[in-house]
């Protein structure tokens, strides 16, 4: 009896001994696996430059900008433009000029230079090539002090009908309106014609919405006028009425009011 307690005991023991030996064996076995994985090491390049984001309205106006410049650069010289051209310590070579008929300045010490066709940065060169025979290493400034030769016209129901004098080889509608102040409250303004002289001889006419283009927006009613363009604004049926009755409600109410002055004396 003594001899099977013994063994039991012992079996008893070795069990607590495998219960508590497999216990922490599993806790070993769970802390290593809960041990956090090292996060990935990120570098940063401190040379890099920045990145500035390009929005529509920073290409729109890059766009407008070069357009500009281009713009500019465009205008040809012609007849009766007057250009200040300064030679640098020399006044005695600078001054105004105007290019006469045949598309030349008359300049001192060298001679006429023609320079119709040429833009203001071609007759800096041309003028500096001519001064290079008398001068050393010309330093030469062209400005266009006066743009006569190129002409458009608006005309009809407009602030300032008449010529408009173009600062580039071409205008807009929408530019030309703008210099001839804008159209009158007596304009039609749906209606209006720009004629273009042809190489044959013809006019070729175009319908106008001014009233689309400057209150609505619509750039396809922006047409490009060249040297010799008339844009015409017809006034309305309602302006032509009343300046048909003005002349001959004048003379009565005027025949009145000597009736009434001569009644009263």
Same mark, same amino acid.
């Given at each position: 009896m003594k001899n099977k307690n013994s063994v039991l005991f012992s079996i008893f023991t070795s069990l607590?001994?495998?219960?508590?030996?497999?216990?922490?064996?599993?806790?070993?076995?769970?802390?290593? /696996?809960?041990?956090?994985?090292?996060?990935?090491?990120?570098?940063?390049?401190? /040379?890099?430059?920045?990145?500035?984001?390009?929005?529509? #309205?920073?290409?729109?106006?890059?766009?407008?900008?070069?357009?500009a410049q281009q713009d500019n650069s465009r205008y040809t010289l012609g007849t009766n433009d007057v250009l200040t051209v300064t030679v640098m310590r020399h006044p005695e070579v600078s001054g105004k000029y105007i290019i006469n008929t045949e598309g030349k300045i008359q300049f001192e010490f060298v001679g006429d230079i023609p320079l119709t066709g040429l833009t203001k940065e071609q007759a800096k060169v041309e003028i500096s090539k001519r001064l290079e025979k008398y001068i050393m290493h010309p330093d030469v400034t062209v400005v266009i002090t006066e743009y006569n030769s190129k002409v458009v016209y608006v005309v009809g129901e407009v602030g300032a009908p008449g010529k408009i004098f173009m600062r580039g080889d071409t205008i807009t509608v929408r530019d030309a309106l703008l210099a001839a102040n804008l159209p009158q409250l007596t304009a039609s303004t749906d209606h209006a014609t720009l004629f273009t002289p042809a190489?044959?001889?013809?006019?070729?006419?175009?319908?106008? /919405?001014?009233? #689309?283009?400057?209150?609505?927006?619509?750039?396809?009613?922006?047409?490009?006028?060249?040297?010799?363009?008339?844009?015409?604004?017809?006034?309305?049926?309602?302006?032509k009425v009343a300046r048909f009755i003005n002349p001959v409600t004048q003379p009565v109410a005027s025949s009145v009011g000597t009736a009434a002055e001569i009644h009263a004396f």
């Open positions: 607590i001994i495998f219960i508590f030996s497999s216990a922490s064996y599993a806790q070993n076995f769970t802390l290593i /696996n809960q041990k956090p994985a090292p996060e990935p090491q990120t570098t940063v390049d401190q /040379n890099a430059p920045a990145k500035t984001p390009e929005t529509k #309205a920073y290409k729109a106006a890059q766009a407008y900008i070069a357009t190489d044959d001889g013809k006019v070729v006419l175009k319908k106008v /919405n001014v009233y #689309a283009l400057l209150y609505k927006g619509d750039l396809r009613q922006n047409y490009v006028m060249k040297p010799g363009d008339t844009l015409y604004l017809p006034a309305t049926l309602w302006a």
